[in-house]
């Protein structure tokens, strides 16, 4: 019974293979001859598939074969799933010791600009095998539906449906420019900040409700600001041109409070940190690859935990 089954499996796999050969050829006769077997077959293959489906997927002429609207939307699923399989059955076959193939992966820019970059070229380094693209993006990535294989995302998680492995922590500060304080009401504990304007990024969860430690427990504070942005680095310029208070991730704006284009403020009531999370789409299959980079990124942000 499993076998039979086994053999259903296998039989789709192929027609999904011609499919996909057949799209980056387009030519029945080209993809038939790079999957060895007859042009006669592979069209009947991608017959098959379009009975099974219930819908056309190449639009055919005696010149070329291209694909349909419906086509174009099913070829990066199939290619995955395709991918996924070759993979399983490595791993099967216990080839998974060398993890090879296509790594797509997604952070925030300035995360990834500082962090993430240097650590992808050590990982490449470590494993030869491995192709890797990197979208540094401040926005929400839909990881299933963009076909990446692991983001980096830091603070809680939204996306219930998505799994996670936190791999280090990372402290946040609060900070303004000289000008903006020597303008400004003093600020000597979170209650203060009613009476401050202040720059809101929207990539943290919480926006403007700010977390501090208030006499051992912690305490939310609402905060009002003019200007609010999507952007890490953004949020920092505005502090820089004395927009008003910022809440920042500590790394963000470590070099300007050391050279004093920022001042770090209320230091004793910043206990909170964040996670930095591995973030996965759910599958019962995790590939070599994504596995290996999750535990290389795991043991190199042992120290920010």
Not at 209 to 218: E, I, S
Request: charged letters at 25%.
């Amino acid at each position: 019974m499993i076998i039979a089954y086994m053999a259903k499996v296998m039989d789709r796999i192929d027609l999904l293979k011609t499919f996909l050969k057949v799209a980056d050829t387009g030519s029945f006769t080209a993809a038939a001859e790079r999957l060895g077997m007859t042009p006669q077959l592979a069209s009947k293959y991608i017959r098959a598939l379009e009975s099974e489906l219930g819908a056309q997927l190449f639009h055919r002429s005696t010149r070329r074969v291209s694909m349909t609207e419906t086509g174009s939307a099913f070829y990066g699923r199939c290619a995955r799933l395709v991918e996924d399989f070759d993979e399983l059955k490595a791993d099967v076959r216990q080839d998974h010791c060398t993890p090879r193939g296509q790594l797509r992966l997604t952070a925030p820019h300035c995360f990834g600009g500082k962090y993430l970059v240097e650590a992808l070229a050590d990982f490449s380094a470590e494993h030869p095998e491995i192709t890797a693209t990197l979208d540094l993006t401040d926005r929400y990535v839909d990881l299933v539906e963009e076909g990446i294989d692991l983001a980096i995302r830091i603070g809680s998680l939204e996306d219930s449906s998505l799994l996670a492995r936190q791999i280090g922590m990372v402290p946040i500060a609060l900070c303004a420019s000289p000008d903006y304080l020597a303008n400004a009401r003093d600020l000597n504990s979170p209650s203060d900040l009613e009476h401050h304007t202040c720059i809101v990024d929207t990539n943290f969860k919480a926006r403007n409700k700010w977390t501090f430690l208030v006499d051992g427990q912690p305490m939310t504070y609402q905060v009002e600001g003019r200007l609010k942005i999507n952007s890490a680095s953004g949020a920092r310029t505005l502090a820089l041109k004395g927009q008003g208070v910022l809440l920042s991730l500590q790394y963000m704006v470590d070099e300007d409070v050391r050279a004093g284009r920022l001042v770090q403020l209320l230091p004793d009531y910043m206990a909170t940190k964040l996670a930095i999370n591995a973030v996965y789409p759910p599958t019962r299959h995790l590939s070599a690859r994504v596995r290996s980079f999750i535990d290389f990124m795991a043991n190199r942000f042992k120290s920010l935990k």
